[in-house]
């Protein structure tokens, strides 16, 4: 007995690929578990500056000129914090940040560039992280180059 | 002139043609971005959040050093060794015979010395206190290091000062 379909032409439109299929989605799958992307992670870069003593003093090479330093104190005031730069005593990162700014253009207007700069955030022992990291923030949209810390006061 | 009529072509299923393009641009897209096999020692925890920040491309060149609030108020310091696949922790000074050795700063000195590009990356959880922090800070300039990172997290909202 024939059946009517084995009669009409069938044509192969290319290679099977059902195999290829299955591996580059197997593929895909190992790829979006495995792979660890950290796109909402990134780093604040410090210095830490030359020291002639104390802790971690370096030797200065010859003809080096020490930077101006400016120091920021930081101590803890209520759930927040308070910096003090010279005359600025503020307890808000963008007040920070203004107030930093301002005195950047001083230095400039002295001949200082913000490169010869060294911004020495001095945290009391209990400040909290991210109080300093919000300090240092501020130091860096300010304009500030260099930032470090120093030793608790 | 008879013409010869065009023959009956019968479709295997469906076209996966489409799919296939879509899937292979996905799958060159993950091998780009993501980053396999690359294991910083980075725990998990509650980073300090900030606008600013950079990317570190030779994570290579890097030791991930991760603070922790550890016994009697002391800083607990965890990393991942060279060739090992899990964290460990490595305290700042131990008392061996009477004689204090300091593991970190060894550690470090050693990294310095082999690679000079070498760079530490501080990870900790934001309401960390400072003192918690500031002998890393220091076992790192004793260890001439003066390429340090601080690791936070991107803001994603627009801060409520």
Same mark, same amino acid.
């Given at each position: 007995?024939?059946?009517?379909?084995? #009669?009409?032409?069938?044509?192969?439109?290319?290679?099977?690929? *059902?195999?290829?299929?299955?591996?580059?989605?197997?593929?895909? &799958?190992? +790829?979006?578990?495995?792979?660890?992307?950290?796109?909402?992670?990134?780093?604040?870069?410090?210095? +830490?500056? &030359?020291? !002639?003593?104390?802790?971690? !003093?370096?030797?200065?090479?010859?003809?080096?000129?020490?930077? *101006?330093?400016?120091?920021?104190?930081?101590?803890? #005031?209520?759930?927040?914090?308070?910096?003090?730069?010279?005359? &600025? #005593?503020?307890?808000?990162?963008?007040?920070? =940040?203004? !107030?930093?700014?301002?005195?950047? =253009?001083?230095?400039?207007?002295?001949? *200082?560039?913000?490169?010869?700069?060294?911004? &020495?955030?001095?945290?009391?022992?209990?400040? #909290?992280?991210?109080?300093?990291?919000?300090?240092?923030?501020?130091? +860096?949209?300010?304009?500030?180059?260099?930032?470090?810390?120093?030793?608790?006061? | 002139?008879?013409?010869?009529?065009?023959?009956?072509?019968?479709?295997?299923? @469906?076209?996966?043609?489409?799919?296939?393009? /879509?899937?292979?641009?996905?799958? %060159?897209?993950?091998?780009? /971005?993501?980053? %396999?096999?690359?294991?910083?020692?980075?725990?998990?925890?509650?980073?300090?959040?900030?606008?600013?920040?950079?990317?570190?491309?030779? $994570?290579?060149?890097?030791?991930? $050093?991760?603070?922790?609030?550890?016994?009697?108020?002391?800083?607990? /310091?965890?990393?991942?060794?060279?060739?090992?696949?899990?964290?460990?922790?490595?305290?700042?000074?131990?008392? @061996?015979?009477?004689?204090?050795?300091?593991?970190?700063?060894?550690?470090?000195?050693?990294?310095?010395?082999?690679?000079?590009?070498?760079? @530490?990356?501080?990870?900790?959880?934001?309401?960390?206190?400072?003192?918690?922090?500031?002998? %890393?800070?220091?076992?790192?300039?004793?260890?001439? $290091?003066?390429?340090?990172?601080?690791?936070?997290?991107?803001?994603?909202?627009?801060?409520?000062?």
């Amino acid at each position: 007995m024939r059946f009517p379909a084995s #009669r009409k032409i069938h044509y192969d439109s290319g290679p099977n690929l *059902t195999p290829l299929v299955d591996v580059v989605m197997v593929i895909l &799958i190992f +790829l979006m578990l495995v792979g660890s992307f950290g796109a909402s992670e990134h780093f604040l870069t410090s210095n +830490l500056p &030359i020291k !002639q003593a104390g802790t971690g !003093q370096t030797h200065p090479p010859a003809g080096w000129v020490a930077d *101006t330093a400016l120091e920021i104190r930081v101590d803890p #005031r209520g759930a927040g914090f308070e910096a003090v730069a010279g005359r &600025i #005593r503020v307890n808000d990162a963008v007040q920070l =940040e203004n !107030q930093l700014r301002q005195m950047l =253009e001083q230095f400039r207007k002295a001949g *200082t560039p913000p490169e010869k700069v060294q911004v &020495i955030i001095s945290p009391g022992k209990v400040v #909290r992280y991210e109080h300093l990291i919000r300090v240092y923030e501020s130091a +860096l949209s300010a304009g500030f180059t260099k930032v470090a810390f120093a030793t608790s006061h | 002139m008879r013409r010869q009529p065009m023959p009956n072509i019968r479709e295997g299923g @469906v076209n996966v043609t489409p799919l296939i393009d /879509v899937v292979m641009c996905l799958i %060159i897209f993950f091998m780009l /971005v993501a980053k %396999i096999g690359i294991t910083t020692g980075a725990e998990p925890m509650d980073l300090p959040e900030t606008i600013l920040g950079q990317k570190i491309e030779d $994570l290579g060149n890097t030791l991930t $050093l991760n603070v922790h609030r550890g016994a009697g108020n002391q800083p607990l /310091v965890t990393y991942l060794p060279k060739d090992e696949r899990a964290n460990r922790e490595i305290p700042l000074a131990r008392n @061996v015979g009477g004689k204090v050795h300091h593991p970190l700063l060894e550690v470090l000195k050693a990294a310095r010395r082999n690679n000079p590009r070498f760079k @530490v990356i501080i990870r900790a959880q934001k309401d960390l206190g400072y003192e918690l922090i500031e002998p %890393i800070l220091q076992t790192c300039a004793a260890a001439d $290091l003066n390429n340090i990172n601080f690791a936070t997290a991107q803001v994603t909202e627009l801060r409520q000062e």
